[in-house]
């Protein structure tokens, strides 16, 4: 048998739309939904009305309710044993931004009791990457003693300001930073045959030789250079960084060095 049927055949009757399996036709039908004397097409814009029968259950599964709506309670799919698994795909999430929700705004303010997704760090004794190929998502891996492991890479960004004097016929005093600031390095040469003194003052302007008290005193050997090539952690100055030249290794001394004799290079932030 074909598919479609013709009504009164050889009177020229109108066609109805059959789908033949073989065994027998079966009509295709258009599905309408309307109340009476009208009607609504079935299709994307228009889909078919359906009621769920009865309401929430003590086992928090609500009622059907109008796409997009929020809903309190946990929606359960429940069919027949043996029933083709319900496939949902998610495709929106947000995690709010409250304090008890599990996102959080940039530059929102931190309020105890907060609540947040915790991240965890690998522990692994010996460095290796936790991936095989570049772009890949790691993990954060620490040591056995719970310090994050990290690999210094030289960079065109940041780094440490310079700060370089040839010695004046005084006592140099010098202002480097007029705020808080650490000192990370420094080569200091002395071409004197005589030992020198370089002084470090926390100070915000240039310090007082012989009156203002140094928090640092270099010696600075004869003819000889004194190096800290890069301090690590730095050293701290709260209110400024400055420093001086002398001939005396005391506080009160203002003895000045020679013209030429010292170059002072300083690494500092």
């Known amino acids: 048998m074909a598919d ?3 009504i009164n055949p050889g009177v ?3 066609n109805i739309a059959t789908d033949d399996d073989g065994t027998a036709q079966y009509q295709w039908v258009k599905l309408k939904f309307g109340a009476d004397g009208a ?3 079935v299709d994307a814009s228009n889909p078919l009305p359906v009621t769920a029968i009865g309401g929430a259950t003590s086992a928090k599964q609500p009622a059907f309710s109008v796409a997009g709506s929020a809903s309190a309670d946990v929606l359960t799919v429940q069919g027949a044993v043996g029933a083709q698994a319900v ?4 495709t929106t999430l947000s995690p709010g931004s409250s304090a008890g929700s599990l996102g959080k705004a940039e530059d929102a303010v931190h ?3 907060d609540i ?3 991240v965890w760090a690998r522990r692994i004794d010996t460095p290796a990457s936790s991936s095989t190929a570049s772009g890949d ?3 954060f891996n620490q040591s056995a003693e719970g310090g994050q492991w990290t690999t210094p890479t030289p960079s065109a960004l940041g780094g440490l300001t310079i700060h370089r004097l040839i010695s004046a016929n005084t006592t140099n005093a010098t202002n480097v930073k007029n705020a808080a600031g650490s000192l990370y390095g420094y080569h200091i040469t002395n071409s004197n045959a005589a030992a020198r003194y370089c002084k470090f003052y926390n100070k915000a302007s240039a310090p007082t030789v012989g009156t203002d008290t140094p928090v640092l005193t270099l010696y600075l050997p004869p003819t000889s250079a004194t190096v800290l090539p890069n301090g690590a952690h730095g050293i701290a100055f709260s209110s400024g960084l ?3 030249l002398t001939t005396g290794i005391t506080d009160a001394d203002t003895g000045a060095v020679a013209a030429d004799e010292h170059a002072v290079n300083l690494f500092y932030k």
């Open 4 to 6: 479609n049927v013709v």
């Open 39 to 41: 009607f609504t097409a």
């Open 111 to 113: 309020g105890n009791g």
């Open 116 to 118: 947040g997704v915790a």
């Open 12 to 14: 020229g009757g109108a």
């Open 137 to 139: 998502y790691v993990t």
């Open 242 to 244: 400055s420093y001086a």
């Open 87 to 90: 496939i949902c795909n998610v």
